[in-house]
Nanobody, 114 residues
Framework: QVQLVESGGGLVQAGGSLRLSCAAS????????MGWYRQAPGKQRELVAT???????SYADSVKGRFTISRDNAKNTVYLQMNSLKPEDTAVYYC????????WGQGTQVTVSS
């Protein structure tokens, strides 16, 4: 099994920045892709960014150029640097890891005020 613990959410004004972290433990050697989803109230869950163990990162069109996903394999941690935040980025952000199967973090709230 894989356990994921997220941190770094909070309240920020529009135009500000936040960095989310997701620390993995357990069967980390089996992790392939990691990434972030988000879900805003009343909306479907949206895939935000992914980073494979090898290969290219990918981003939702809505965050390209503003968000950066990175991975520190030595710390078993994936990060999501979020810049130029907008009110529409407000959501609960969930980290995931594909082992397989897919494991999920508990979610961290990001609120962007206008």
């Amino acid at each position: 099994q894989v356990q994921l613990v997220e941190s770094g959410g909070g309240l920020v004004q529009a135009g500000g920045s936040l960095r989310l972290s997701c620390a993995a433990s357990g069967r980390i050697f089996s992790i392939e892709t990691m990434g972030w989803y988000r879900q805003a109230p009343g909306k479907q869950r949206e895939l935000v960014a992914t980073i494979p163990s090898a290969g290219r990162t990918s981003y939702a069109d809505s965050v390209k150029g503003r968000f950066t996903i990175s991975r520190d394999n030595a710390k078993n941690t994936v990060y999501l640097q979020m810049n130029s935040l907008k009110p529409e980025d407000t959501a609960v952000y969930y980290c995931f890891a594909v082992s397989p199967p897919v494991y999920w973090g508990q979610g961290t709230q990001v609120t962007v005020s206008s």
